[in-house]
């Protein structure tokens, strides 16, 4: 048997930040406690009209641009007509005729090299109700119902669960640095279809589609993927091609396997006709410029940036990159000229190690980078030591005072290398059996003299400075 290739596509759908809902007035906010975000249109009550959201359109056509897609030049919305439980209208407000983007491209790191991902379309629907499942019974809660939710859909381009779950990371990030939405999985805020399929290397066709529906999880992406990679492979292997069936499947996460839902033909007739309640809009160039202009530098850019122009590491640029908020912070930092591996490493350990611990924002932190850059230059002064910086900072965040507030002589660390030398002459006259050892080739006493400065000095002795000093006296 030939060796065998997966091809992937993604179909990826994520609810949109909003004060309302993308046609309806109820307030669109995660709420556990079902039906109390609702208004008469996303229960389909006779009468009631859409009327559309334009924050949501801004957002989407955002999107579109960093996806670098073609807007169309009028903003249509079709019905989608088909029935399901959690559909109250019978169809779902959509696009189709013309989607907010097309034909774009993008690239997403994976293991340290750029891929192209090509984008088939994106367009702005509304969520469905969902429905919460019991032992004999099945409730609806329209909360969801309207919600307004972005489908990103691929080409078949990706070829390894690896390269999927990078995919959809990157989106997440770009949705939160867009500032469009939260993309919290464990909300139901980013769901996912999979489409797999297997094929010999050498073929120019693509194998039989399987797509899994509804996967809510990064981890269930992979595990989906995976499985059906090695299913499919399986059954060609075995001669059983005619089992590699066009078919919609959904991920199990307790056995981790995809289990069969239904048969899939190649395309389900929807009955698409254009929105009638709902009319074209033409897009103004100017808004379009203004949208665009808002669009800040992402995090692959910036991680770019910070390696190529200031230096860091693959690792500190990664980090800093994770958050917006974070990066944003860093760049604050930079303006005011804190040097960059210098504020990378303030950020990466005791910031995000304390924001962390607290479970605070950083942008709700005491220490601003204008603090930062005090304290930090204090430190480089040799006014204080690198454990009193440490601990400066804490006392700073939890008594919301200011760095000079910390500053005393009785705290100041000794940086005055006269001073510092009569310490040091004094230590070493007093132990010359060690001084013996150690041009006798036991080195290692060098950190025995630096400890009984920094004993002399109750730690108060510049650590560099005193080294410097030592090493010129035990020459």
């Known amino acids: 048997m030939k060796k065998q290739v997966a091809t992937i596509g993604i179909e990826m759908h994520c609810e949109l930040k909003s004060n309302s809902k993308v046609f309806s007035s109820a307030k669109n906010a995660y709420s556990e406690t079902p039906n109390t ?3 008469p249109i996303d229960m389909a009550f006779p009468g009631t009209l859409p009327v559309v959201n334009q924050k949501c359109v801004e957002d989407a056509l955002k999107m579109s641009m960093v996806l670098n897609c073609k807007q169309p030049e009028y903003l249509i919305f079709d019905r989608k007509n088909y029935y399901y439980p959690d559909l109250p209208k019978g169809y779902q407000i959509t696009q189709m005729t013309k989607p907010i983007g097309i034909n774009g491209q993008i690239e997403i790191e994976v293991n340290g090299k750029l891929l192209p991902i090509y984008i088939h379309d994106i367009h702005l629907e509304e969520d469905s109700a ?13 909360n969801r119902a309207g919600v307004p939710l972005l489908e990103l859909v691929t080409e078949p381009c990706l070829h390894s669960a690896e390269e999927a779950s990078a995919f959809i990371e990157h989106m997440i990030r770009i949705y939160r640095y867009l500032g469009i939405s939260d993309a919290d999985t464990k909300r139901g805020q980013i769901r996912c279809d999979v489409n797999v399929s297997i094929a010999d290397e050498d073929s120019n066709e693509l194998g039989t589609k399987v797509e899994t ?3 809510n999880s990064i981890g269930g992406v992979i595990g989906a993927i995976n499985y059906e990679i090695e299913r499919q492979t399986k059954l060609k292997a075995e001669g059983r091609y005619n089992e590699v069936e066009q078919e919609t499947r959904r991920w199990d996460e307790e056995s981790a396997t995809t289990i069969r839902m239904r048969s899939k033909v190649d395309a389900i007739d929807y009955k698409y006709f254009v929105e009638p309640n709902i009319p074209k809009f033409k897009l103004n160039e100017e808004w379009l410029k203004e949208i665009k202009a808002s669009i800040p530098r992402l995090h692959l850019e910036r991680k770019q940036d910070y390696i190529k122009n200031y230096g860091l590491s693959n690792y500190d640029a990664e980090v800093l990159i994770k958050e917006k908020d974070v990066s944003d912070y860093f760049e604050e930092c930079l303006k005011l000229g804190i040097e960059a591996k210098s504020a990378a490493n303030w950020i990466s350990t005791q910031i995000l190690g304390y924001i962390n611990k607290n479970n605070i924002a950083i942008n709700d932190l005491y220490l601003t980078p204008l603090k930062l850059k005090e304290l930090i230059g204090e430190l480089n002064k040799g006014t204080i030591s690198s454990k009193q910086a440490k601990e400066i900072f804490l006392k700073v965040i939890e008594e919301k005072k200011e760095i000079k507030d910390f500053l005393s002589k009785d705290n100041a660390q000794i940086s005055d290398k ?10 070493l006259a007093n132990n010359q059996v060690q001084i013996e050892e150690y041009k006798n080739g036991r080195t290692n006493i060098f950190d025995y003299f630096v400890g009984q400065v920094m004993k002399q000095t109750r730690g108060k002795a510049n650590p560099v400075l005193t080294k410097e000093i030592l090493t010129e006296k035990l020459k």
């Open 37 to 39: 975000n609702i208004a």
């Open 130 to 142: 969902s429905l919460d499942h019991f032992f004999d019974t099945s409730n609806i809660d329209y």
């Open 418 to 427: 006269e001073e510092l030398t009569k310490i040091i002459d004094e230590i």
């Open 213 to 215: 529906k509804n996967i």
